[in-house]
């Protein structure tokens, strides 16, 4: 899917701020915007996109912003990047359809990230 993210370029790397909450099915974060690597979701980039089911966030990302997916009510499906990622607090607050999430051993997560969810495993 292509789909136009709004960014800012905080130095040498990228920060997803903003989705159009018409997003529907499945989205796969670039790792490389304008030739720099996307490091960051923002704080309530992707909140209320109720259309995505499906996102990839690729390993370039090591911070995910508070209530950065609050509201994906139709999200079932989430793939974290491996290693060292902040999870901020409530950032899939409200995506009824996630039902298991597998994280990093190494990810910190922050208070009712994964509110609503049945299970958050550690690999």
């Known amino acids: 899917m ?6 800012k370029n ?7 701020i903003k989705c159009p909450t018409t997003v529907r099915g499945k989205l796969v974060i670039p790792d490389m915007i304008d030739e720099l ?13 109720d259309g995505l089911t499906d996102v990839t966030i690729p390993n370039s990302v090591k911070s995910i912003g508070y209530a950065a997916f609050s ?3 139709g999200l079932t499906r989430v793939i974290l990047p ?5 999870i901020g607090e409530y950032a899939f607050s409200g ?3 996630l039902k298991t999430v597998i994280v990093s051993k190494t990810t910190t997560i ?12 550690r690999k």
């Open 2 to 7: 292509n789909v136009s993210l709004t960014y």
């Open 10 to 16: 905080p130095g040498n790397n990228i920060s997803i």
């Open 37 to 49: 690597t996307v490091t960051e979701i923002g704080e309530g980039a992707f909140r209320d996109c």
């Open 71 to 73: 509201g994906c009510s």
């Open 82 to 86: 491996d290693g060292d990622v902040s």
């Open 95 to 97: 995506c009824f359809g």
């Open 110 to 121: 922050g208070d009712k990230s994964f509110s609503y969810m049945t299970d958050v495993i």
